[in-house]
Nanobody, 116 residues
Framework: QVQLVESGGGLVQPGGSLRLSCVAS????????MTWYRQVPGKERELVAG????????NYADSVKGRFTISRDNAKNTVYLQMNNLKPEDTAVYYC?????????WGQGTQVTVSS
């Protein structure tokens, strides 16, 4: 069964860093574009970052560009999101996502809280 599991979230002070991981099982991510989204309570999920199958191209939301870096290790079937210089407005539940055979899949999410 297809499954995505996010981890690495937590509580961090403004200016701090976290690295999120998304481990896929039930399929290989090697041919897939992978994305990270985030969601604040009461709001729609927001695209944060994306990476192509080989990692040769990435894109970021304007709000995180220059602070976040998406990467992947296809051998480990894992996608990462390195988050630096975190701001309170980055507080959200972060999800990874993949589309496979026309169906979108989501992990359970990992909470990131940026607060003094």
């Amino acid at each position: 069964q297809v499954q995505l599991v996010e981890s690495g979230g937590g509580l961090v002070q403004p200016g701090g860093s976290l690295r999120l991981s998304c481990v896929a099982s039930g399929f290989t991510i090697s041919t897939k574009t992978m994305t990270w989204y985030r969601q604040v309570p009461g709001k729609e999920r927001e695209l944060v970052a994306g990476i192509t199958s080989t990692g040769d191209s990435t894109n970021y939301a304007d709000s995180v560009k220059g602070r976040f870096t998406i990467s992947r290790d296809n051998a480990k079937n894992t996608v990462y999101l390195q988050m630096n210089n975190l701001k309170p407005e980055d507080t959200a539940v972060y999800y990874c996502n993949v589309s496979r055979v026309g169906i979108g899949y989501w992990g359970q999410g990992t909470q990131v809280t940026v607060s003094s």
